[in-house]
């Protein structure tokens, strides 16, 4: 069973992880979530866990002696194998990156929050920093509940069969066809007469051919890295 543990100041924004496919994935006991309030690291009576930033500036910086305590205790109790950070200047998060996340047991995403945590904490106890893009949100925990979605969905069994993430976009490093259901025309739209005609092979292709379109008009980008796969 993979085990993925969150540090954040806001616990109860995780109710995320309990429905859909995730909430399942914890029923058939393929992964487990553990949240962590950071707050219970503080050693001060107001149970502060950030401080005003030296050299002055707006904002609040999260302690040094908060976090490393936090992370060192979770790792020692949890044998947990990789620290990341979410944090805007970290690497864009991709399919690449959730794939290798996908395949550890146990891993801990610590959740920033304000202007982010002192320097010292980063050096010491993070392994990776991830970032969801170039922008800047109020914390880590809609961030880090998207890095956990996205790896936590590629491990076998969490998502069915039929919604298999082989075929997603980028897992082949291009964008998926377009998808159609019922009603076969809308407002005059058909759906494409090749997937009506139940044409397994002939559907394959066309599938393919799409993607590739879309991919070009889309993110010609990935389509120059496919085509130097491909070589
Ligand atoms: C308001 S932000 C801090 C921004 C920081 N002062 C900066 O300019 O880079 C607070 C926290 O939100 C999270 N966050 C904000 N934007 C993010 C992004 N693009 N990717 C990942 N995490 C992000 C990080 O955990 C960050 O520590």
Request: aromatic share 8%.
């Amino acid at each position: 069973m993979r085990q993925i543990h969150i540090l954040t100041l806001f616990p109860h924004l995780f109710d995320y992880f309990n429905h859909s496919i995730l909430g399942r994935a914890q029923k058939k006991g393929l992964v487990q979530f553990f949240i962590h309030d950071l707050r219970n690291y503080s050693t001060d009576k107001h149970k502060s866990v950030d401080d005003q930033p030296y050299g002055g500036g707006a904002g609040m910086v999260l302690k040094v002696d908060v976090l490393v305590s936090a992370v060192r205790d979770l790792k020692e109790k949890f044998k947990i194998e990789h620290v990341v950070l979410m944090s805007p200047r970290g690497k864009t998060f991709s399919h690449s990156i959730a794939q290798n996340l996908s395949n550890l047991n146990s891993w801990l995403i610590i959740c920033g929050r304000y202007e982010g945590l002192d320097e010292r904490a980063i050096q010491m106890v993070v392994d990776q920093e991830i970032s969801l893009g170039d922008y800047v949100i109020t914390g880590g925990e809609l961030a880090s509940q998207v890095v956990a979605d996205a790896a936590l969905r590629l491990i076998p069994g969490v998502v069915g069969n039929s919604e298999s993430p082989q075929f997603d976009s980028f897992a082949n490093g291009l964008l998926e066809y377009p998808h159609y259901t019922r009603p076969a025309e809308f407002e005059g739209k058909k759906v494409p007469e090749i997937l009506l005609n139940g044409n397994h092979e002939e559907i394959k292709k066309w599938r393919d051919s799409e993607s590739l379109k879309l991919t070009l008009k889309n993110r010609p980008d990935l389509v120059e890295k496919f085509l130097k796969k491909q070589k």
